[in-house]
């Protein structure tokens, strides 16, 4: 089971939206020069390129669309948020925000004192795993930590794979 704060859920939600725009802003871009090109002579090809390219990312975007949903629908019968509200959690998270040693923002501190909450709640239990590909979480105190609660933090989804399949063998 995969145990994620409801934040993580928004900020992947939150992803998908910013990446959906910035390719629809990018097909924007496209149509508006689509019709500066076809006046200049000997770029039909340039022009035909660009307006299947447009067409693509009609495709992209939808199965962006399509995606957002059927991965959110896969891993909510994987996954487990935690949506309890913890006021110690919020306060937590809101000095370790302001402390420098951290380095993290208000949204990573949250994640990292959930993280630590659940590596103390399983530490003798269960193997705790923690895969991020934001590297705002490769700081040494927050490293120290999380090792301290029996978190082990992978930063490459391969190498926590190895890891899970070890675990499992």
């Given at each position: 089971?995969?145990?994620?704060?409801?934040?993580?859920?928004?900020?992947?939600?939150?992803?998908?939206?910013?990446e959906?725009?910035?390719?629809?802003?990018?097909?924007?871009?496209?149509?508006?020069?689509?019709?500066?090109?076809?006046?200049?002579?000997?770029f039909k090809?340039?022009?035909?390129?660009?307006?299947?390219?447009r067409?693509?990312?009609?495709?992209?975007?939808?199965s962006?669309?399509?995606?957002?949903?059927?991965v959110?629908?896969?891993?909510?019968?994987?996954?487990?948020?935690?949506?309890?509200e913890?006021?110690?959690?919020?306060s937590?998270?809101?000095?370790i925000?302001?402390?420098?040693?951290?380095?993290?923002?208000?949204?990573?501190?949250?994640?990292?004192?959930?993280?630590?909450?659940?590596?103390?709640?399983?530490?003798?239990?269960s193997?705790?795993?923690?895969l991020?590909?934001?590297r705002?979480?490769?700081?040494?105190?927050v490293l120290?930590?999380?090792?301290?609660?029996?978190?082990?933090?992978?930063?490459?989804?391969g190498?926590?794979?190895?890891?899970v399949?070890?675990?499992?063998?």
């Amino acid at each position: 089971m995969v145990i994620a704060p409801k934040i993580s859920n928004v900020e992947f939600k939150a992803i998908t939206k910013h990446e959906r725009t910035a390719w629809l802003n990018l097909k924007g871009s496209i149509e508006g020069k689509l019709k500066d090109i076809s006046r200049y002579k000997g770029f039909k090809k340039l022009y035909n390129n660009l307006d299947e390219s447009r067409s693509e990312l009609d495709n992209l975007v939808r199965s962006l669309d399509r995606s957002l949903h059927e991965v959110l629908e896969i891993l909510s019968n994987l996954m487990f948020f935690f949506e309890t509200e913890l006021p110690l959690q919020d306060s937590m998270a809101f000095y370790i925000s302001k402390d420098p040693e951290y380095g993290l923002l208000f949204e990573d501190a949250l994640v990292f004192s959930f993280v630590k909450l659940v590596g103390k709640s399983l530490e003798h239990e269960s193997k705790v795993l923690f895969l991020t590909g934001d590297r705002d979480f490769d700081v040494e105190k927050v490293l120290k930590e999380l090792s301290e609660v029996g978190v082990e933090v992978y930063f490459n989804s391969g190498e926590c794979l190895q890891r899970v399949k070890a675990v499992l063998e």
